[in-house]
């Protein structure tokens, strides 16, 4: 059995290269930007107008000038105008280009027009005011986003802006999520006694939806000859098979021996953490990696969230998220297992604060359901003291 410490580096040490492709722009949403993108032109492209009112040349008022005639009005999505004389002004709204030979604007609420003439109503207007300067954001030319980051809402918003109706993005692995056991029926089926829904699938395809990720849900049952045929199917068609169950000692969990039969270069089987303790993980030429999660669906959770969701960022290229959180309540944890509790969090006067959620243990599904994250208690210690920090992994 290795410790999570040596565990977690030799799973980062088989991450995939993946290749890029070309996305339309809605479509890479939640995907990692493989390009760097830069300002195709100045950012605001042009003396902007920040506020409906009028332009005029703020010497003319410091000169003493209140009332000033309209030459014309200015609109967002007109080309730029010019004022004709420099006791005049012009009507301005917001998003237009700022009419030359003009530098400030007085907003509607700043002045009274009447009869074609505005009169201004402040006592003092500053060169620039209510001016978003050409330029003043980004420069044409500079960076803008450097690739290797989550495509957001945001970086949508500025691809858009910079006329990228497509996005070089990085590939994504074909997954394949596979429950096991012969106690499991589909979620349409109603269990008989003896039997439970397949829930840990849909939970592990649920969590790579939000990896933007759609997986393929296969069952294997409790009959070597089938895995085996299975799992060869599988291999053919996926970089990365996700396993839930069948891996510890049972007379009936024949994962291990399986996945050893078709090859498997095991990197671990057992990790001294709680739960999650009988996984494994192993490669296969290719390459391909085997994520053999243990059935229970804490257990399935959290070694999804503390060894795959790491694999696949890194393989991603996206930088490893490192936070901790301070406990609120003392535990007493004295197995050299690294504890991993599934916690509430808030934030009290700037820390970050977690409060463990009560479970009746591994078995016990909705005890993830108030969870916000999983704070892992190490090994070495047995007794946690509250106002100590501990690394936190966030649930999205
Ligand atoms: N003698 C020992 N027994 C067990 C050990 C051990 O060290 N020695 N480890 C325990 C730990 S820790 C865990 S975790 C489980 C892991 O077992 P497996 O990975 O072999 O998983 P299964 O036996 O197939 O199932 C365990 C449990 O989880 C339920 N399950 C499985 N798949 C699903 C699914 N897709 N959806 C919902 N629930 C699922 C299954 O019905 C079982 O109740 O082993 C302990 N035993
Ligand atoms: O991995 Mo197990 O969850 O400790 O029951
Ligand atoms: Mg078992």
């Known amino acids: 059995m290795i410790s999570v410490e040596e565990a977690l580096p030799l799973v980062l040490q088989h991450t995939l290269v993946l290749q890029t492709e070309v996305a339309p722009l809605l479509q890479s ?14 950012f605001p492209p042009f003396d902007r107008v920040t506020m409906d009112g009028i332009a005029l040349r703020s010497e003319t008022f410091a000169s003493g000038t209140r009332s000033f005639p309209i030459e014309q009005i200015q609109p967002a999505g007109a080309p730029q ?18 009419p030359k030979e003009t530098d400030a604007v007085v907003r509607y609420e700043d002045c009274t027009l009447q009869d074609g003439v505005a009169v201004v109503e402040i006592d003092q207007i500053l060169p620039g005011q209510n001016i978003h300067r050409q330029g ?53 089926q109603t269990p008989l006694p003896h039997q439970i829904r397949r829930s840990n699938a849909y939970m592990l395809a649920a969590a790579l ?17 089938q895995m085996l045929q ?20 049972g007379k ?55 060894f795959f969701r790491p694999w696949l960022h890194a393989s991603l290229g996206l930088k490893a998220e490192e936070r901790t959180a301070q406990l609120t309540q003392c535990i007493t944890f004295k197995p050299a297992l690294t504890y991993h509790v599934p916690v509430k969090l808030q934030v009290e006067q700037g820390t970050l604060k977690a409060t463990p ?9 909705t005890s993830i359901l108030e969870a916000d994250g999983l704070l892992s208690l190490p090994a070495k210690k047995g007794v946690f003291l509250p106002g100590e920090s501990f690394p936190l992994i966030l649930l999205s």
Request: charged share 20%; glycine share 10%.
């Open 29 to 42: 949403v939640g995907r990692v930007l493989a390009q760097d993108v830069t300002a195709d032109r100045d």
């Open 81 to 98: 105008t010019i004022l004709q004389q420099a006791k005049n002004c012009i009507e301005v709204m917001t998003g237009a280009m700022l």
């Open 136 to 188: 003043s954001d980004k420069k044409a030319g500079e960076v803008l986003l450097a690739a290797g980051v989550k495509i957001t809402p945001a970086i949508v918003g500025t691809l858009a802006s910079v006329g990228l109706a497509k996005v070089k993005v990085y590939q994504l692995p074909r997954i394949a999520i596979c429950s096991t056991g012969d106690e499991l029926v589909e979620i349409g």
């Open 209 to 225: 939806l939000q990896e933007s990720i759609k997986p393929t849900l296969f069952h294997l049952p409790d009959e070597p000859a």
């Open 230 to 249: 299975i799992l060869g199917s599988l291999l053919a068609e996926h970089e990365v098979l996700i396993l839930s169950g069948a891996v510890s000692k």
């Open 252 to 306: 009936f969990d024949y994962l291990p021996q399986v996945l050893e039969e078709l090859g498997l270069k095991p990197l671990f089987h057992k990790v001294a953490q709680k739960p999650g303790k009988p996984m494994l993980f192993g490669t296969f030429p290719g390459p391909k990696v085997v994520f053999g999660l243990p059935g229970n669906p804490i257990s399935t959770f959290v070694c999804f969230h503390f």
């Open 357 to 365: 959620i009560p479970s009746t243990g591994s078995g016990d599904l």
